[in-house]
């Protein structure tokens, strides 16, 4: 049987260069980059270099990106680590948005939980965009942190935030952007947007997954959550992943100089299986839950009105078809996505919703023969 892999939003398949670098890395020898003969000394030269690349893609200092295992680390070291710096100075006010990762989410509640912090939740529309007025109204003086994804994980849609960033700087508050879905995809300069923190994941990019990373722009006060060494300046203790380092530079080098041929053509992927779902199924109701002119250009979340989201996963598996939703089984129950449901979206729209997302690899043949299958499969479920 084929198999359709429609879910990089998830995970993406690790580019080919990307394998070759890091087994070249791993093959040069047993080097700890805190150690100072001759191997140590190798491994740092590697670390620096691949540091030096990423920071030069972002428009960074090297000193201000930090590795991490991967964007859950970085958005919890970005929230706990920044919020108990800011409560040295009287500011235990968090405010972050309704479809925000759980990484975000959770760090945030379990600092109101368990250290006193005052936590406001920002509502957004039915395209998942942040209320501009809501949020201004919820900074003040004693506002710490606040975070606010980039682009959304769910259904694609990107916030505004430079505009954001503005609003929180006005009161001295911090900004946080989660950014593991846009890291290559946008262009933008970190010197040049009024943002402190930034997390990333390399996984998403087509590099290995286990390794990531936290922008921390100069001068933004952060506490360490891990004690030990003094690796990554004291703010991340642990000997470095230097072939997950090297595999997720090497991803972003590749990601950013193909982009502009690349993007284009994923965004074709995406509206033309828009278009082709839409034609076969011209008959069924079917309604897209994404921003197609102004959101992520590989993501789509589409309801499949009368149709089960679960029963839909479960028929796409069985032939051959990789997609997901929003929902996490949890004690054997389907939990519908935060994120739909914080987007106000009817029950018959949230529980018949499932992400498509596109990348390397995906092809305009394979869309249009996976796009017949599904339409059979949603027809015999109506059936």
């Not at 791993?26 to 805190?34: L, T």
């Not at 921003?291 to 839909?312: A, P, Q, R, W």
Request: proline share 3%.
């Amino acid at each position: 049987m084929k198999s359709y892999y429609f879910d990089h939003a998830a995970t993406t398949p690790i580019h080919p260069d990307v394998i070759a670098a890091m087994i070249a890395s791993m093959q040069q020898g047993p080097g700890n980059a805190s150690s100072i003969h001759r191997f140590g000394r190798n491994a740092k030269h590697s670390l620096n270099q691949s540091r030096d690349k990423i920071a030069s893609i972002l428009d960074c200092k090297s000193n201000e990106f930090t590795f991490t295992s991967g964007g859950t680390e970085s958005d919890n070291l970005a929230i706990i680590g920044a919020a108990r710096a800011q409560a040295l100075k009287g500011r235990k006010h968090l405010i972050t948005s309704a479809i925000e990762h759980h990484a975000v989410i959770h760090s945030m509640e379990w600092l109101a939980k368990h250290e006193g912090f005052d936590l406001t939740i920002i509502s957004v529309d039915q395209q998942g965009y942040v209320n501009m007025a809501e949020l201004q109204d919820a900074l003040s003086e004693q506002t710490a942190l606040v975070s606010i994804m980039h682009g959304n994980n769910e259904v694609g849609t990107l916030q505004p935030i430079e505009k954001i960033g503005e609003l929180v700087h006005q009161v001295g508050a911090l900004f946080h952007v989660d950014a593991v879905q846009t890291l290559g995809r946008v262009p933008y300069s970190l010197q040049q947007l009024p943002i402190d923190l930034m997390s990333f994941s390399s996984h998403k990019i087509n590099g290995p997954q286990g390794i990531g990373g936290l922008y921390i722009a100069t001068g933004t006060p952060i506490e360490a959550l891990q004690q030990g060494g003094s690796q990554e300046r004291k703010r991340r203790a642990g000997t470095e992943n230097l072939a997950g380092i090297v595999g997720f530079a090497t991803a972003l080098d590749i990601c950013v100089n193909k982009r502009e041929k690349w993007q284009p053509f994923v965004t074709n992927l995406r509206n033309r299986w828009v278009e082709l779902l839409q034609q076969e199924l011209e008959k069924y109701p079917i309604i897209v839950n994404s921003d197609l002119e102004h959101g992520l250009s590989h993501i789509v979340n589409i309801s499949f009105i009368g149709v089960d989201t679960e029963s839909m996963l479960m028929n796409l598996d069985m032939a051959g078809i990789a997609v997901s939703s929003g929902s996490a089984c949890t004690s054997g129950s389907l939990e519908r996505s935060h994120v739909l449901k914080a987007m106000g979206l009817s029950a018959d729209r949230l529980n018949s919703a499932v992400r498509f997302s596109f990348g390397m690899g995906n092809t305009i043949e394979e869309i249009e023969e996976a796009a017949t299958i599904v339409a059979s499969i949603v027809k015999r479920i109506h059936s």
